[in-house]
């Protein structure tokens, strides 16, 4: 069983495009994150929810847009692909009370051309 | 000056030799301290947590903190090919925000 699951694994596309990323997680978390990996893999965190509720929201561009319909799904929605936008996308997931242990998911790897 | 400085590598060890992996941090408000270890195009998954400063075993690996220095490191003994990924020190002041350092890759040869 996946715990945490994102689709699509891999993404190319045209720069100027809309894309979304969705994830799930079976966990029964109650918060879930997106995380962001350069090509010299540096994590970096982008947003995050609880209960539904986003409570981080780093210096992402307005391009980027996180939306959670249930404290299982967090998808990631980005408007007018840029090239400096390839990276490895990673959904996580994490049950605060039990300490800061993340599950990640496998990573979407976009590509904008 | 990056939050969290982690030599990028590689390293490379014969089998079967003790592995030391190192990071360094600027923030002394961080609490929470994590090793991550990720194989080739996969997410990354956790190995070791540590609260505060103190060492901490799991059988071949042992993490290590030293708040006063702003110093962690995970040491891996008997090391295998198995063991070849890159590595990720991560740390938290709350539990929530957790900063990643750049990975160390390392390769095992047997």
């Known amino acids: 069983d996946t715990a945490v699951s994102q689709t699509p694994k891999y993404l190319v596309t045209q720069m100027g495009n809309d894309k979304s990323i969705k994830c799930e997680q079976n966990l029964g978390h109650d918060t879930m994150y997106w995380y962001k990996q350069d090509s010299k893999k540096f994590l970096k965190i982008m947003f995050s929810?609880?209960?539904?509720?986003?409570?981080i929201n780093e210096t992402v561009p307005n391009r980027f847009s996180p939306k959670s319909p249930d404290k299982a799904h967090l998808n990631l929605h980005i408007n007018s692909l840029e090239l400096g936008d390839s990276a490895v996308y990673f959904c996580?997931?994490?049950?605060?009370?039990?300490?800061?242990?993340?599950?990640f998911g496998p990573g979407t790897r976009l590509t904008v051309l | 000056q990056k939050e969290v400085e982690q030599d990028p590598g590689p390293l490379s060890v014969p089998e079967g030799a003790i592995v030391s992996l190192n990071c360094t941090y600027s923030n002394s408000a961080f609490q929470y301290f994590m090793w991550y270890r990720q194989y080739s195009r996969k997410g990354p998954e956790l190995l070791m947590y540590?609260?505060?400063?103190g060492n901490k075993e799991d059988g071949r690996f042992t993490a290590q903190v030293d708040k006063s220095s702003k110093y962690i490191s995970l040491f891996i003994r008997d090391s295998q090919p198995s063991d070849s990924a890159t590595y990720l020190c991560a740390m938290s002041e709350d539990g929530n925000k957790l900063v990643f350092g750049a990975g160390t890759i390392l390769r095992v040869k047997s």
């Open positions: 996580a997931s994490s049950q605060l009370a039990g300490g800061p242990y993340l599950y």
């Open positions: 929810y609880n209960n539904k509720e986003l409570i």
């Open positions: 540590t609260y505060s400063s």
